[in-house]
Structures are given as structure tokens and as C-alpha cells.
């Protein structure tokens, strides 16, 4: 994977902008790990179905979820959520395949 990342439009910008200064940059340091290191796995990385993969960042709220997908060599970023419970609840993962 080249060290990029891109955002399609569909993105949640939102989510970002919400997010303590502190968490932002937590959660772009997580992102640009992926990429340099890749393919990683557990704690950062974890694989939820054959092309969706999750970044796992420690915040202030608990733990956010970045999902993405790999797309010619790049990371693109399809979803952003706190994660409140063990398993990743089904609107997220819908959310994330229709982007």
C-alpha cells in the first residue's frame, strides 16, 4: 500500500471536526501508521470483512473507528464512529459499504 490516504466525498468530515483537537490528532497519527506499516493487524487494525478493514484509535470517549477499504494501492477512508459496544453494530458496517 503507498503511504497515502484519501477521503471519498461521501466521507463524514463532521466527525473530525467534532473531535477535541487531542483526538484528531490521535486519530491521523493511527491513519498514517496504516499505510507505512502495512498490513498490520492487531491492536491498530483489525479485518472485518474480505475488503473492510478498521483503525482502532484510542480517544477521550473510548475507542474511535476509522473503516476503510484499499482501492489502487491507497487507504480510503469510507467511516468514523465511537464505538460504545464489543460488537460493531450493523448501520456502521452499512454505512461503510455504501460509500
Same mark, same amino acid.
Given at each position: 500500500?503507498?503511504? +497515502? ?8 468530515? +463532521?466527525?473530525?471536526?467534532?473531535? $477535541?483537537?487531542? *483526538?484528531? %490528532? $490521535?486519530? @491521523?497519527? *493511527?491513519?498514517?501508521? /496504516?499505510?507505512? @506499516?502495512?498490513? =498490520?493487524?492487531?491492536? !491498530? /487494525?483489525? %479485518? !472485518?470483512?474480505?475488503? =473492510?478493514?478498521?483503525?482502532?484509535? $484510542?480517544?477521550? *470517549?473510548?475507542?474511535?473507528? /476509522? =473503516?476503510?477499504?484499499?482501492? *489502487? @494501492? ?7 464512529? /465511537? %464505538? %460504545? ?15
Amino acid at each position: 500500500m503507498q503511504s +497515502s490516504a484519501w477521503l471519498p466525498s461521501s466521507f463524514p468530515s +463532521s466527525f473530525l471536526r467534532k473531535a $477535541a483537537a487531542e *483526538d484528531r %490528532k $490521535a486519530i @491521523g497519527t *493511527d491513519i498514517k501508521t /496504516v499505510p507505512i @506499516g502495512w498490513p =498490520l493487524g492487531m491492536p !491498530l /487494525v483489525r %479485518k !472485518l470483512e474480505p475488503h =473492510l478493514w478498521e483503525v482502532r484509535c $484510542a480517544i477521550a *470517549d473510548g475507542i474511535a473507528r /476509522v =473503516l476503510f477499504t484499499v482501492q *489502487d @494501492g491507497h487507504m480510503a477512508l469510507l467511516h468514523a464512529f /465511537v %464505538k %460504545k459496544s464489543q460488537k460493531t453494530p450493523a448501520t456502521e458496517l452499512e454505512t461503510a459499504r455504501s460509500r
